[in-house]
């Protein structure tokens, strides 16, 4: 920040200072992305013509005030995309080779001899292809999976997804995929997108991977399909409560994994935000066209094709 | 089995009734690839011309005797190559996303956010070049790591190694490595190949992925230098004895992933080794060439190239 501190007056506040620290500014960098403290403190926002958010998703500034209004939204689209996609390959590994289950033998001391799963061949259907479902779709298909995603448009011949199907027609194909992994962004039309009809149609053996956000998902329907063997297993990142709470059943699931949203940190994470948001700083001074900037009705960044 | 038990005369037994078996044998399937019954039962063997093994592995059946004789042997290789690979990539990606650690959390009800490690960039040494090794190389290659190898003669240029390092300068590329990975068939210049100074070689921060054979390593050594920090972790599906016995710190010691020798064990494995032996049964009866002929005096099969 300290580039940006000598050419502008920078003020770091908590959510509980944003209102007297937003009154004045011409832009805001929301760095807790997850923090609900902005619409509370929109009334201030008496000159703001830009807000950057340090996350891909953008949902929890997606409230009507910024939306009518002319600032600028920018997110941090591309920092995460390798590294989450890393993560849902390392979590479709952890189910194949059943690690949870030598960690847990290896608990009890137990050598107990069992046959895993190859990836290879395995179908994975990416639910969302902006640029972290493609560069999931690109690792998954490099490591000998076939990929097939799920967007707006349906079209084929992508170069990492292949055939991309419509997301009306996402029941269809459900069934045949060994992995299905939620990337979309969360929006008014993808809210609740996997609900009892979507785990019912998928299969017995599938595993469903969440590194989206967490109300992509009726959490009641997944724990019933999974309590019910619908589906094989969860890796999930991503809750619609975080933390989730400790009364959630979900933590204790068997072939559930539970991790605290951490798939796209990786280390230098905070680095690359800042960087992200520095570059389109410089942008704006020299007003220049700003990069990443959200189509506030759509509630992300439109693909370039 | 059925199509060879129409050609010839099949005698299945266990260690017990083996010398009775092999009198009068033309062939001998080794299925239980650990079995040490061979030499114990070689007295018998008054007509034997061909030894087949369910493993790529042959060093169980290396002893003077075999060694010393006509009798052809040829191994499996081939089978495990890639559910192999799949299965290091697996323990790499666990490693740099903190999966056991994410369960142990899970299990103690406890959301706390932490850091990742990416894979992509990070260097990887494969140690062994046969067809395993290949494919190990090819996997993490494909995943973004960069990959260097072992073998017994350096060469540049290889499609999946790229590097390939002389095996009696190991120690001078260890140091450079994030992942070593042990996949070296278990001969008299291997055997211990990982001790004390190999371990001291390596950084601190790197982790050691043995898929080899046990007595690749010096167990005692391995353990040492886990406990001192003289590197972070250490995935082993194999070891000198097995099963590990319970009294092994290694099923204890933090950051390591204990296995019972199933790296290569996918669903239908059991099928195609028998199919690898039926292949070379067909190939032995019309008088051709056998496939994956070891070479008796190096211990392995030797690559083409």
Known sequence: MRAIEAEAVVRYTDAGGLAEALSGADALFVYDFLSMAVPGAWHAADRLHWLHIASAGVDPVMFPGLRESEVVLTNSRGVFDDAIAEYVLGVVLAFAKGFARSLELQREVRWQHRESERIAGTEALVVGTGPIGRSIARLLRAAGMRVSGVGRRARTGDPDFGDVHASSELALHLPSADYVVAVAPLTEHTKGLFDAKAFAAMKPSARFVN???????????????????ALAGAALDVFDIEPLPSESPLWTLPNVLVSPHMSGDFLGWRNALVEVFAGNFTRWRAGEALHNVVDKQLGYVPSVS
């Not at 998902?217 to 309590?227: F, P």
Request: net charge negative; charged share 25%; hydrophobic share 55%.
């Open 211 to 229: 590194v989206g956000r967490g109300e992509l998902v009726v959490t009641a329907d997944l724990v019933a399909a999974l309590r019910e063997g």
